[in-house]
């Protein structure tokens, strides 16, 4: 079974700072897609970005970005100039590639991140 | 464009109680997938349906069912309500079964006495 640990429960960062959240994640596919949710207190989940893994190029979308070391199953994402609207949960999944699943996502627990003026 | 939507957004519900929730998929999306989220925690996989079958389920009991309508849209029924079902209940919609993101609503915030 398919494992998403998030160690850091809480996280801060001050205005225009850059913060980085870990993500580890126990497969045993080859294939697969991941992911970092933003779920703010409106309660929405919402796309921040994602990594196809048999990408080695590191997915990049405005001033978010992702560390992906396949080899150590390890996938953190990284907030440049982080700005207040950016505090929120955020929650790293994972998505098998495989034919025959459901092909349902794995949250990890998430970390609340506070960003400060 | 239209997102996906549900309903109610609140519920309070007593224990053995019935409850249906209720979620619209994105236009033009045909696979709906439902999640659990407790207090403090991440999304847990309820079920998913694709052209209303089911296809695909985590480790719920069967007191937890669904219906995907010709429309797409989708029930999650949960029987015999107990005070750990109270969440967070996401629902998601995606292109296909095949596609690899998941859009989500707003969920709907269930609270069993």
């Known amino acids: 079974a398919q494992t998403v640990t998030q160690s850091q429960p809480e996280m801060s960062v001050q205005e225009a700072e850059t913060v980085t959240l870990s993500c580890t994640y126990d497969t045993s596919e080859s294939d697969y897609y991941l992911f970092w949710y933003k779920q703010p207190p409106s309660r929405q989940m919402i796309l921040v970005i994602r990594q196809e893994a048999y990408k080695q190029q590191n997915a990049t979308e405005n001033r978010f970005s992702v560390n992906f070391q396949k080899a150590a199953k390890s996938f953190s994402l990284k907030i440049s100039d982080s700005q207040l609207g950016d505090a929120a949960m955020y929650f790293c999944a994972y998505r098998p590639l495989s034919s025959g699943s459901a092909r349902q996502l794995t949250f990890g627990s998430g970390t609340q991140l506070t960003v400060l003026p | 464009e239209t997102g996906v939507t549900q309903s109610p957004t609140h519920l309070i519900k007593t224990r053995g109680q019935q409850v249906t929730l209720r979620c619209s998929s994105q236009?033009?999306?045909?696979?709906v997938s439902w999640y659990q989220q407790a207090l403090g925690q991440g999304p847990q996989f309820i079920f998913q349906?694709?052209?209303?079958?089911?296809?695909g389920r985590g480790n719920f009991p069967p007191r937890f069912s669904g219906l995907q309508f010709p429309n797409y849209s989708s029930e999650l029924n949960v029987n015999a309500l107990e005070l750990d079902d109270s969440a967070l209940y996401l629902c998601?919609?995606?292109?296909?079964?095949?596609?690899?993101?998941?859009?989500f609503g707003p969920g709907t915030r269930l609270t069993v006495l």
């Open positions: 236009s033009g999306h045909n696979t």
């Open positions: 998601a919609s995606s292109l296909s079964s095949l596609a690899y993101t998941q859009y």
């Open positions: 349906y694709y052209r209303e079958e089911e296809n």
